[in-house]
T-cell receptor, first 113, second 112 residues
Framework: QKEVEQNSGPLSVPEGAIASLNCTYS??????FFWYRQYSGKSPELIMF????GDKEDGRFTAQLNKASQYVSLLIRDSQPSDSATYLC?????????????FGGGTRLMVKP | NAGVTQTPKFQVLKTGQSMTLQCAQD?????MYWYRQDPGMGLRLIYY???????DKGEVPNGYNVSRLNKREFSLRLESAAPSQTSVYFC???????????FGDGTRLSIL
């Protein structure tokens, strides 16, 4: 079973700090990774995707991919209370059903004013 | 631009009743998915449809059936609802194998 693993948290950071969310994956052949944000009672919302090794920045968000170590991370700079949510890491993995999007269990982030 | 639309948003059923959850997408996506999400369990795939005319079981298909009515619509049916099926159900779609999924707003289903 190919998996995506995340620490469930909660990860608590003060307002203005950098929040670092991490994810590891088991399928060395995976090429594409996505970060979703899910507010309580809402549906997952795509916020970042990364296909290549290295960093990808979009506003306050930076996604990092290290294929050799099989981890993906999401950095949120200048964290705001509105960033408090569960963050889901997902990777496209090849299994019996073809190229399926496999989700981690999510990390709950709490940004305290 | 509606994206993925799910109906209904909320539903309460009695044990043994049947129900169909509807999902439609207007993004011309090939693949559609049904998930359930329970506290502490993350997203679990129930069924998916890789393309119009095909459906396949996911991780937790027991007690459910699906129909890919056309390219836009993918419905999920509970033939005889059980309390264990109380959950939040999400429909999602994506264009291709390397693309992300886009989710509907979810259906909150309670079975008494």
């Amino acid at each position: 079973q190919k998996e995506v693993e995340q620490n469930s948290g909660p990860l608590s950071v003060p307002e203005g700090a950098i929040a670092s969310l991490n994810c590891t994956y088991s399928d060395r052949g995976s090429q594409s990774f996505f970060w979703y944000r899910q507010y309580s009672g809402k549906s997952p919302e795509l916020i970042m995707f990364i296909y290549s090794n290295g960093d990808k920045e979009d506003g306050r968000f930076t996604a990092q991919l290290n294929k050799a170590s099989q981890y993906v991370s999401l950095l949120i700079r200048d964290s705001q209370p509105s960033d408090s949510a569960t963050y889901l890491c997902a990777g496209i993995m090849n299994n019996n059903a073809g190229n399926m999007l496999t989700f981690g269990g999510g990390t709950r982030l709490m940004v305290k004013p | 631009n509606a994206g993925v639309t799910q109906t209904p948003k909320f539903q309460v059923l009695k044990t043994g009743q049947s129900m169909t959850l509807q999902c439609a997408q207007d993004m011309n996506h090939n693949s559609m998915y049904w998930y359930r999400q329970d506290p502490g369990m993350g997203l679990r795939l129930i069924y998916y449809s890789a393309s119009e005319g095909t459906t396949d079981k996911g991780e937790v298909p027991n007690g459910y059936n699906v129909s890919r009515l056309n390219k836009r619509e993918f419905s999920l049916r509970l033939e005889s609802a059980a309390p264990s099926q109380t959950s939040v159900y999400f429909c999602a779609s994506r264009q291709g194998n390397d693309q992300p999924q886009h989710f509907g707003d979810g259906t909150r289903l309670s079975i008494l």
